[in-house]
């Protein structure tokens, strides 16, 4: 059994790809004194799209290689990968690797948020077709909040449009419209909407156009940020394991100079990437 050391080390932050850089951005935001390692799976993103078996497998990669980059505390930022493969490195992966480190998704904390939000106790909820087949995100709110009814919504055209910068372009509005009319057909009392998946902060301003008027819309990076923030006051024994230097590391499976470049529309500012491999 593999080893990890136990010394204090950075936060790590994964996403299949980019999107996670709008999660990123906002913990950076609101935490930026920790050491962070974003790590992005790009070579093989998109997951939105792929299996239970594969999201996971990919997914376990990534978390191993941060941890042991030095990774105390690993944050998935991809909604995917939270709904596909979250539960299973908590319960199987991380008690054999070592108990005392944490992996937390983005699909907890923003649930926790929705009896507040909602007035009427109808949500909507929109993600990749891998978020929405999962079920995570009705599955969390029932549990926690069985009086509030959940209609989803899959937008399997949303990231490809992001990642190829048309997310402003009036093209991006015929599918923006589309599965959100699809969406609020289903229920008309819906007033709090969350955005399930990273790309989507980008195209919040589209969406907006095509909502009813008086939604809330819920796009994640301050709430996940917030809940970490919340979680590290709770929980002094990770935070004592957590160093504070004030560096950012960005590893991505592609080429660096690709990551760099895209990087920018996320995270508004250049960044040096370093090209990595993911195995076992
Ligand atoms: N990061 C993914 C998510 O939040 C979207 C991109 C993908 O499909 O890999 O669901």
């Known amino acids: 059994m593999e080893m990890f050391s136990k010394a204090a080390g950075p936060i790590g932050?994964?996403?299949?790809?980019?999107?996670?850089?709008?999660v990123f951005d906002k913990i950076l935001e609101r935490m930026p004194a920790y050491d962070y390692i974003y790590l992005g799976d790009n070579a093989r993103a998109p997951y939105g799209g792929r299996s239970f078996e594969v999201v996971y497998r990919f997914t376990r990669e990534a978390v191993m290689r941060l941890f042991r980059e030095g990774c105390q505390l690993v944050i998935l930022a991809c909604n995917t990968?939270?709904?596909?493969?979250?539960?299973?490195?908590?319960?199987?992966?991380?008690?054999?690797w070592d108990a005392s480190?944490?992996?937390?998704?983005?699909?907890?904390?923003?649930?926790?948020?929705?009896?507040?939000?909602?007035?009427t106790k109808h949500i909507g909820v929109v993600g990749t077709a891998g978020t929405i087949s999962s079920g995570s995100y009705p599955l969390e709110i029932a549990k926690m909040f069985p009086h509030i009814h959940v209609e989803a919504e899959a937008c399997p055209m949303w990231v490809p449009l992001v990642e190829n910068n048309e997310y402003a372009s009036p093209g991006a509005d015929y599918f923006v419209?589309?599965?959100?009319?699809?969406?609020?057909?289903?229920?008309?009392?819906?007033?709090?909407?969350?955005?399930?998946c990273t790309h989507y902060p980008l195209l919040l301003d589209k969406i907006r156009k095509y909502v009813p008027a008086g939604v809330t819309l819920l796009p994640q990076g301050e709430y996940?940020?917030?809940?970490?923030?919340?979680?590290?006051?709770?929980?002094p024994e990770m935070a004592c394991k957590l160093t504070t230097g004030g560096t950012r590391?960005?590893?991505?499976?592609?080429?660096?100079?690709?990551?760099?470049?895209?990087?920018?529309?996320?995270?508004?500012h250049p960044v040096e990437a370093e090209s990595i491999r993911l195995e076992e």
């Open 177 to 196: 419209q589309k599965y959100l009319d699809q969406l609020f057909a289903k229920d008309a009392r819906i007033d709090t909407l969350i955005l399930g």
């Open 81 to 96: 990968a939270s709904a596909k493969a979250l539960r299973t490195i908590q319960q199987c992966d991380l008690p054999r």
């Open 101 to 119: 480190r944490r992996v937390l998704g983005v699909i907890r904390p923003t649930v926790e948020l929705m009896d507040r939000l909602s007035h």
């Open 224 to 235: 996940v940020a917030q809940s970490l923030e919340d979680y590290l006051k709770r929980h």
């Open 13 to 22: 932050v994964f996403d299949s790809g980019y999107g996670g850089l709008t």
């Open 249 to 268: 590391r960005f590893l991505t499976t592609e080429s660096a100079e690709k990551f760099s470049e895209a990087a920018s529309i996320f995270l508004h």
